[in-house]
Every structure is written in structure tokens, then in C-alpha cells.
């Protein structure tokens, strides 16, 4: 890109798009999560499964739990449509792409992908250039998280209406802030319209991790501090529980990876199965 105002998505972001389009591309049908997009947003060099990060025997549980979250939310996001909910925020978008894949479901909600300035301008770019449109429903909301704006101000003027009820999403984010950010957000988050709707990942302590998904968490951790972005958060279940319910969720869940795992792998006879390691967080707010 020439244009100075545009950055292309970090490295994570990049990586998960990748192993988006990677489980369509060598794990055999039925398909979790059809999403080669991301692929043709990134448009990595024609080398990029020969990545080490990409190698399909030694990434395939990292892969199925991106491709299983993923999918959990895009269910939730359906369900809550057809329950008349209209607005979908994502917190740290990145190369998401529910958009452009799913607009039988998407045009009938405002979307508003929040991200950084300079990466957000770098993705609608990519999306015209692809011939992707971008339609009147489709808010990419711009915020600079790094200079503290305050992102309910700037969804407010990109038209969220805070006193209509939402979906909010925030996926693989939580390990990146610190507890006292996380627990700002929440609280911004609860005080939404009553019905609103939050489904937060947060990353596991090492040791609750299943045994054989130890050593993957570790080179995903060396591998964020690495490239500076470096993991600093983990919560144990009760952990993310209090946190939701001191900044005044009065309901509140814990998702296990295991549970999506059964939910979208029981079946399969490949041997494809998540690692453990990433939780959800599901929580509302007060339905009056």
C-alpha cells in the first residue's frame, strides 16, 4: 500500500485469517466455518503454507479452536437476529469477515467493526479493490485505542443507538490488555441497553491446560512477545466471572473450549479437535 494512512493488520490477525481459510483448504468436509476471505484480504505470497505457522499436522488444533470460536459466534449472532436484536459491534475486528460472507444474516443488523485507524483503512481498501461493497449497514469505526479514545463515542457517532440492545464481541484481545482495561471495558459494556449481549475469549493459565496443549500456548506466547505484542493477561473461569459480575453483569457464563469442541466436533471422523486454552465469556445485561 502507498497510502501513508494505512497499515496492514498485524501479524495475529493475519495468522488467524490464514488458519480461517487453511481448515477449508485441508481438513475434509463438513466444514466448521467456510471463510477463504480473509485469505484474499491478506493476500499472503503464494508460499504461505509452507509456513511453520501454517503447517497443517502441527497448527490443526490451533486451528479448529479459531474455527470453532468463529463459529460460535456467528451462530449467537444469527440467534440474537432472529430474537429482533439489530446492532453487531466487533471490538477489535481485524480481517473479520461475517459481512461479507454472511450478508443473508448481516443486512438485517447494523455492523460496526471497531479497530484501529490505520489498519481499518487498510482492510476498506482491500475491500474495494477485491469488488467487495460496502453497504450503508456496515459501520468500520475507527478508534485509537492507543491515544485512549473513547470507542462508545466514536460508535455513537458512526449511529450505534446505546439504547437499543447489541451484540458486542471481542475476540483474542483480552490476553493482550491488562486486567484494569478488560474490567473498563466491562463496565462500559454493562451499562448498555438492557438485552444487550457479550461474548468476551480470554485465555487459560498454563496449568489448566490439557497436557499435550501446553507446548503450543508457550510458543504462542514467545511468539507475541517476539513480535511485541506480548500476552499479559490470564484468567482462571472464576476470574473472568468476577470480573463480569463486579462490573455489573448480573448474568453471566463460562463457555468451555471443550464445550465447543462438542458442540461443533463430536461428529467428525478425522481426528480434528481444538486445543484447549481459550474460554468464552458470555454475559448480559439486565433484561429490565
Same mark, same amino acid.
Given at each position: #500500500?502507498?497510502? @501513508?494512512?494505512?497499515? &496492514?493488520?498485524?501479524?495475529?490477525?493475519?495468522?488467524?485469517?490464514l488458519?480461517?481459510?487453511?481448515?477449508? !483448504?485441508?481438513?475434509?468436509?463438513?466444514?466448521?466455518?467456510?471463510? +477463504?476471505v480473509?485469505?484474499?484480504?491478506?493476500?499472503?505470497?503464494?508460499?504461505?503454507?509452507?509456513?511453520?505457522?501454517?503447517?497443517?499436522?502441527?497448527?490443526?488444533?490451533?486451528?479448529?479452536?479459531?474455527? /470453532?470460536?468463529?463459529?460460535?459466534? +456467528?451462530?449467537?449472532? /444469527? @440467534?440474537?437476529?432472529?430474537?429482533?436484536?439489530?446492532?453487531?459491534?466487533?471490538?477489535?475486528?481485524? %480481517?473479520?469477515?461475517?459481512?461479507?460472507?454472511?450478508? +443473508?444474516?448481516?443486512?438485517?443488523l447494523?455492523?460496526? @467493526?471497531?479497530?484501529?485507524?490505520?489498519? !481499518? /483503512?487498510?482492510?476498506?481498501?482491500?475491500?474495494?479493490?477485491?469488488?467487495?461493497?460496502?453497504?450503508?449497514? $456496515?459501520?468500520?469505526?475507527?478508534?485509537?485505542f +492507543?491515544?485512549?479514545?473513547?470507542? $462508545?463515542?466514536q460508535?455513537?457517532?458512526?449511529?450505534?443507538?446505546?439504547?437499543?440492545?447489541?451484540?458486542?464481541?471481542?475476540?483474542?484481545?483480552? #490476553?493482550?490488555l491488562?486486567?484494569?482495561?478488560?474490567?473498563?471495558?466491562?463496565? !462500559?459494556? /454493562?451499562? $448498555?441497553?438492557?438485552?444487550?449481549?457479550?461474548?468476551?475469549?480470554?485465555?487459560?493459565?498454563?496449568? %489448566?491446560?490439557?497436557?499435550?496443549?501446553?507446548?503450543?500456548?508457550?510458543?504462542s506466547?514467545?511468539?507475541?512477545?517476539a513480535?511485541?505484542?506480548?500476552?499479559?493477561?490470564?484468567?482462571?473461569?472464576? @476470574?473472568?466471572?468476577?470480573? &463480569?459480575?463486579? &462490573?455489573?453483569?448480573?448474568?453471566?457464563?463460562?463457555?468451555?473450549?471443550?464445550?465447543?469442541?462438542?458442540?461443533?466436533?463430536?461428529?467428525?471422523?478425522?481426528? %480434528?479437535?481444538?486445543?484447549?486454552?481459550?474460554?468464552?465469556? $458470555?454475559?448480559?445485561?439486565?433484561?429490565?
Open positions: #500500500m502507498t497510502d @501513508e494512512q494505512t497499515e &496492514a493488520p498485524d501479524s495475529t490477525a493475519v495468522r488467524t485469517a488458519w480461517r481459510a487453511l481448515h477449508v !483448504q485441508v481438513d475434509p468436509p463438513p466444514h466448521v466455518l467456510d471463510d +477463504e480473509g485469505l484474499q484480504l491478506a493476500a499472503p505470497d503464494g508460499n504461505w503454507r509452507r509456513r511453520p505457522d501454517m503447517d497443517p499436522l502441527a497448527t490443526s488444533a490451533l486451528r479448529a479452536a479459531i474455527v /470453532a470460536r468463529s463459529r460460535f459466534i +456467528e451462530d449467537l449472532i /444469527a @440467534e440474537q437476529a432472529d430474537r429482533g436484536v439489530t446492532q453487531y459491534v466487533i471490538l477489535g475486528a481485524g %480481517l473479520d469477515t461475517f459481512a461479507q460472507r454472511r450478508p +443473508e444474516v448481516a443486512a438485517r447494523q455492523v460496526f @467493526e471497531v479497530d484501529q485507524p490505520s489498519p !481499518q /483503512a487498510w482492510k476498506r481498501h482491500r475491500l474495494v479493490e477485491l469488488g467487495y461493497d460496502i453497504p450503508d449497514w $456496515l459501520h468500520l469505526v475507527p478508534v485509537d +492507543e491515544a485512549s479514545e473513547d470507542w $462508545l463515542k460508535l455513537a457517532a458512526a449511529g450505534f443507538d446505546a439504547s437499543r440492545p447489541a451484540v458486542i464481541v471481542s475476540t483474542g484481545v483480552t #490476553m493482550y491488562t486486567k484494569d482495561a478488560t474490567a473498563a471495558t466491562l463496565r !462500559q459494556i /454493562a451499562a $448498555l441497553a438492557p438485552g444487550s449481549i457479550l461474548a468476551m475469549t480470554f485465555l487459560l493459565p498454563t496449568e %489448566l491446560l490439557d497436557d499435550a496443549d501446553r507446548p503450543g500456548l508457550r510458543a506466547t514467545e511468539g507475541a512477545r513480535s511485541g505484542t506480548p500476552f499479559i493477561s490470564f484468567y482462571t473461569p472464576p @476470574e473472568i466471572l468476577a470480573l &463480569a459480575s463486579e &462490573a455489573g453483569f448480573k448474568d453471566a457464563r463460562h463457555l468451555s473450549g471443550a464445550s465447543l469442541a462438542h458442540r461443533y466436533f463430536a461428529d467428525r471422523t478425522d481426528g %480434528l479437535r481444538p486445543s484447549s486454552g481459550e474460554d468464552i465469556l $458470555l454475559a448480559a445485561t439486565c433484561s429490565g
